[in-house]
């Protein structure tokens, strides 16, 4: 019998299944922090999480509700300021996989979290940065865990706060950009890739969808790479840590 999941779920399993034993990750709150410590359960108990706030090494014994959450402070290597989080861990080129959202996401991989519309009169004003920007120009690995849609995948975002593959037709290597760029976008339907071009393309499936359900929630005309990939869905034992021991408040599994 099929493990029955929630699309939360299966992104939290799938980009867990990208993260390596002892690599450093620079982790921020939400599905890819449980992806973390599902990883850290599974297949990479050495795995090393820095969060924004401060905590190196951190090994909370609960769900954290924000990167301030004392859970975070207890059994950490240890507790910096903000200021060398970013000076000599991100910036020192010493952070091996940077996790992203948004609220948009292009065609090459740009993120806004800024400004919804014009940015001299917004729709909607969208926290900001924060620290994504430096992960994104810095990380030497980025992925990026978003719900497909519409709104979310434009052609074209409003407002670049975080650079992707390219930005304004320029590439990150004509930018000077030291980090690799979103190397996998994680969603609730699929997997996108960057091509050599680094526009992001269709690279895998998840079970029961297919191509043309995930070109209906993205602004612009898909690119297939073949052969087409699949995904697993999560395992029993995933799913059961994610609802029992990691979420089991469902502060982020929600839906």
């Known amino acids: 019998m099929a493990t029955e999941y929630t699309p939360s779920e299966m992104m939290a399993a799938v980009a867990a299944r990208e993260l390596k034993d002892g690599e450093v990750v620079f982790v921020g709150i939400g599905l890819p922090n449980l992806a973390c410590n599902l990883a850290?359960?599974?297949?990479?108990?050495?795995?090393?999480?820095?969060?924004?706030?401060?905590?190196?090494?951190?090994?909370?014994?609960?769900l954290p509700v924000s990167i301030g959450d004392p859970a975070l402070v207890t059994g950490s290597l240890m507790v910096a300021p903000m200021t060398d989080?970013?000076?000599y861990f991100l910036q020192n080129g010493r952070i091996?996989?940077?996790?992203?959202?948004?609220?948009q996401l292009d065609r090459w991989g740009n993120i806004n979290t800024t400004v919804v519309g014009?940015?001299?009169?917004?729709?909607v004003r969208l926290p900001g940065s924060g620290g994504a920007s430096e992960i994104a120009v810095h990380a030497k690995r980025m992925l990026v865990v978003m719900k497909l849609g519409k709104?979310?995948?434009?052609?074209?975002?409003?407002?670049?706060?975080?650079?992707?593959?390219?930005?304004?037709?320029?590439?990150r290597k004509e930018l000077g950009l030291p980090g690799s760029g979103p190397v996998k976008v994680v969603t609730d339907r699929c997997i996108l890739e960057p091509n050599a071009e680094g526009e992001l393309e269709l690279t895998a499936l998840y079970?029961?969808?297919?191509?043309?359900?995930?070109?209906?929630?993205v602004g612009w005309p898909l690119k297939?790479?073949?052969?087409?990939?699949?995904?697993?869905?999560?395992?029993?034992?995933?799913?059961?840590?994610?609802?029992?021991?990691l979420d089991p408040q469902k502060l982020f599994l929600k839906g």
């Not at 014009?118 to 729709?123: L, R």
């Not at 709104?151 to 590439?171: E, H, L, N, Q, W």
Request: glycine share 10%; aromatic share 8%; net charge positive.
């Open 85 to 87: 989080i970013f000076q």
């Open 207 to 217: 079970p029961g969808f297919t191509v043309e359900q995930v070109q209906a929630e």
């Open 224 to 245: 297939v790479r073949a052969p087409l990939g699949t995904v697993a869905g999560p395992t029993a034992a995933e799913v059961r840590l994610l609802r029992e021991k």
């Open 118 to 123: 014009p940015y001299e009169k917004p729709k």
């Open 40 to 62: 850290r359960a599974t297949h990479a108990p050495n795995l090393v999480l820095i969060y924004e706030s401060g905590a190196v090494g951190a090994v909370p014994e609960r």
């Open 151 to 171: 709104r979310a995948f434009p052609a074209d975002v409003d407002f670049i706060t975080s650079p992707g593959m390219r930005c304004k037709g320029k590439s």
């Open 96 to 103: 091996q996989v940077g996790f992203l959202g948004g609220a």
